[in-house]
């Protein structure tokens, strides 16, 4: 084997993906982990708001993972998305098991079902144990993702 030529240029350094990647990374992680969230809850018949500190974990994984600035800005990108985690999955909780008594499949449900009943439905559904759980986690995103 030759020896490597001196006049070989160095391979460029590997640079992190771009801002619109990222951002598309963090979407589908946190798409993902609520229709997770939400097959667990409808096969358990609870809120399951535990959840929320594994989707905390998860989001500032991904945050890591895919590269975004380590500081207080990708903390609040943390939170929020821990916070849309939460809506996304209380929203299609309520639409499943609405749709389950209406008679609608999960999709006509969500599109037929009204911020203010989805905000009702969801505030008798979830029981201080998990306004609890919503809560810690969003506090433990914005540590875990600094």
Do not use: E, K
């Not at 460029?12 to 990647?21: F, I, K, L, V």
């Not at 009943?117 to 998990?130: C, G, M, Q, V």
């Amino acid at each position: 084997m030759p020896p490597a030529s001196s006049d070989t240029p160095p391979s460029p350094p590997a640079r992190w993906p771009t801002w619109s990647y990222r951002l598309l990374m963090l979407l589908g992680a946190c798409a993902g982990f609520a229709a997770i969230w939400v097959v667990l809850a409808w096969s358990s018949n609870r809120q399951c708001g535990w959840m929320a500190l594994l989707g905390a974990l998860d989001v500032a994984w991904i945050l890591r993972l895919s590269g975004w600035p380590a500081g207080p800005r990708r903390a609040m990108v943390g939170v929020a998305a821990t916070a849309g985690i939460i809506a996304l999955a209380n929203w299609w909780i309520v639409a499943v098991h609405l749709g389950d008594v209406l008679g609608f499949d999960p999709l006509q449900s969500a599109l037929r079902l009204g911020a203010q009943h989805a905000w009702l439905l969801a505030r008798l559904a979830n029981t201080p144990f998990d306004l609890a759980m919503i809560l810690v986690a969003l506090v433990l995103a914005a540590f875990a993702s600094r």
